[in-house]
T-cell receptor, first 117, second 116 residues
Framework: GAVVSQHPSWVICKSGTSVKIECRSL??????MFWYRQFPKQSLMLMAT?????????EQGVEKDKFLINHASLTLSTLTVTSAHPEDSSFYIC?????????????FGQGTRLTVV | AQTVTQSQPEMSVQEAETVTLSCTYDTSESDYYLFWYKQPPSRQMILVIRQEAYKQQNATENRFSVNFQKAAKSFSLKISDSQLGDAAMYFCAYRSLTSGTYKYIFGTGTRLKVLA
């Protein structure tokens, strides 16, 4: 199946700094990428949907100025957590949908564990 | 808005036995997909099985099968001949085909324990 790679797998940063997480589709072109946040023992909560070349669509309650999403190419989307605080510590997962294929499931990255100290 | 409900936070099954995980959903749409995903301790989301709403036939993938009841909005997962490697969190997910966003809505998950 299609492969989605997320980098880094884990990151520790100091409070107040920014962290960038990359999501790449390795063997297909992704029209749409999704960013999720997962707290321990909880479900995946969709944060935003990004389409290549356009602004991301954020879910209600997600601060777009804090979680900057860029989808500059058909194979790369980035999530930047700006001015990170300990409450931003979480597991972030991206998924990507293949261009032009209706009904194909989204493929998930392996996730990034962010710890803000 | 669509919702997905998994009422079983945790289930246990003896190795080689069969277990059924429940999922119900709510939607006013007629065209959609339903999925079961497995999330092992590695946290990598793995697709287990997919069901198209317009298909009456229940999807099967080896030891995994679903019981899709469209009118009842129910989508349960049956795991036969359970193996130790099946132990994981299982998420039921809904994906709209008419909203144009293609976003997934996940249930809260069921943790499956497999007993040796």
């Amino acid at each position: 199946g299609a492969v989605v790679s997320q980098h880094p797998s884990w990151v520790i940063c100091k409070s107040g700094t920014s962290v960038k997480i990359e999501c790449r589709s390795l063997d297909f072109q992704a029209t749409t990428m999704f960013w999720y946040r997962q707290f321990p023992k909880q479900s995946l909560m969709l944060m935003a949907t990004s389409n290549e070349g356009s602004k991301a669509t954020y879910e209600q309650g997600v601060e777009k100025d804090k979680f900057l999403i860029n989808h500059a190419s058909l194979t790369l989307s980035t999530l930047t957590v700006t001015s990170a605080h300990p409450e931003d510590s979480s597991f972030y997962i991206c998924s990507a949908r293949e261009q032009g294929v209706r009904g194909t499931e989204a493929f998930f990255g392996q996730g990034t564990r962010l710890t803000v100290v | 808005a669509q919702t997905v409900t998994q009422s079983q936070p945790e289930m246990s099954v003896q190795e080689a036995e069969t277990v059924t995980l429940s999922c119900t959903y709510d939607t006013s749409e007629s065209d959609y997909y339903l999925f079961w995903y497995k999330q092992p301790p590695s946290r990598q989301m793995i697709l287990v099985i997919r069901q198209e709403a317009y298909k009456q036939q229940n999807a099967t993938e080896n030891r995994f099968s679903v019981n899709f009841q469209k009118a009842a909005k129910s989508f349960s997962l049956k795991i036969s001949d359970s193996q130790l490697g099946d132990a994981a969190m299982y998420f039921c997910a809904y994906r709209s085909l008419t909203s144009g966003t293609y976003k997934y809505i996940f249930g809260t998950g069921t943790r499956l324990k497999v007993l040796a």
